[in-house]
């Protein structure tokens, strides 16, 4: 797939996606990069303002299967994994697989499992594996995982290991639509559309597995010159300085900033990756990466507004 078939793939994605998904175009965008660049993706936002949605209907475009998995405090490895059973007339035993093993995986209210079934969900999404009685198991080739937390309630969560948390390409954030498209939403229910079947949309499936992972192939082949691989090195770099920043952005943050910058840059038609691209990219990328010191949390300061300091302060190559 060359880089005008992607562009076109990547447009009719995003094109798909308005019909289900209003009032929040940053937020589906940044998904449509995290499954261009073949990344997992932390999604946060209050109850109600269609994240499961998204995941659901970007599946569906997609034209690959789709699991949710529903996060509880008494949800075992095994549940999401799959168990060996004995099987009496063979006298062996037979793998059966979990809801894990599909191509995009929601994992709804993430922070509401035990340390160990994220431990379990970790392994999967760093090493495209899961392993059962030391028996390693393979996931689909194009394996993504979209996972939803509540910011506003806590009660019952156990926080995500920051080992996981490192493991998604992108943190979005998902917040209440203007009110022009607030009242869209209505117009639309009353039309005939239901969140609960797709069918109403009137969606259609513009990839299939397999043109996915050439999508996927394609975006990696975007070009990143010199000039703003350094860029992108001193902006994570630049994390680390920071007096309000505790703990900043890791190698693997910038490896995650140049393949989402490489996925923006596919959505604007482009084989090259800019400094805008890596501007844009970069709250998103890096903002669950790094953790502020406890005396300007407490002033209500955010990772974003440290980001908005930090890259204006870092010059932009030309």
């Known amino acids: ?58 599946a569906h475009i997609s034209g690959v299967a789709f699991r949710r998995i529903q996060f509880t405090p008494d949800l075992m490895p095994s549940d999401i994994i799959g168990v060996n059973i004995y099987n009496t007339a063979t006298g062996t035993f037979v793998f059966r697989p979990g809801p894990i093993f599909a191509d995009v995986i929601l994992a709804d209210e993430i922070n509401r499992a035990p340390a160990k079934t994220q431990s379990a969900l970790l392994e999967a999404m760093e090493e495209r594996q899961a392993t059962v009685d030391g028996v390693p198991h393979a996931m689909s080739p194009v394996f993504s995982v979209f996972a939803t937390q509540n910011p506003v309630e806590f009660e019952g969560t156990y926080p995500l290991p920051e080992a996981q948390v490192d493991r998604f390409m992108l943190k979005i954030l998902v917040g209440y639509p203007p009110e022009a498209e607030e009242a869209a939403i209505l117009d639309k229910v009353e039309a ?5 079947d797709l069918a109403t949309a009137r969606l259609t499936a513009v990839l299939d597995g397999a043109s996915l992972a050439a999508l ?55 084989d090259f990756v800019t400094p805008d691209d890596v501007k844009a990219m970069a709250p998103p990328t890096l903002r ?16 974003d507004d440290c980001l ?11």
């Open 192 to 196: 005939g559309f239901d969140a609960a």
């Open 308 to 318: 908005r300091e930090l890259l204006v302060g870092i010059k932009v190559p030309r």
């Open 1 to 58: 797939m060359n880089v005008e078939e992607s562009t076109g793939a990547a447009a009719r994605l995003l094109e798909e996606l308005g019909k289900v998904i209003v009032g929040q175009d940053e937020a589906v965008e940044q998904m449509v990069v995290a499954t261009l660049a073949g990344g997992h993706a932390l999604v946060e936002g209050v109850p109600g303002t269609a994240k499961t949605l998204m995941a659901r209907a970007l």
């Open 288 to 303: 669950h990466r790094m953790l502020l010191a406890p005396e300007f949390e407490v002033e209500g300061r955010t990772a």
């Open 216 to 270: 996927r192939a394609a975006v990696r082949k975007v070009r990143v010159e010199e000039m703003v691989r350094r860029y992108i090195t001193q902006i994570v770099r630049a994390t680390r300085a920071m007096p309000q920043v505790s703990l900043g952005a890791s190698p693997r943050a910038a490896v995650m900033l140049m393949l989402a910058s490489k996925g923006r840059a596919v959505l604007d038609g482009r």
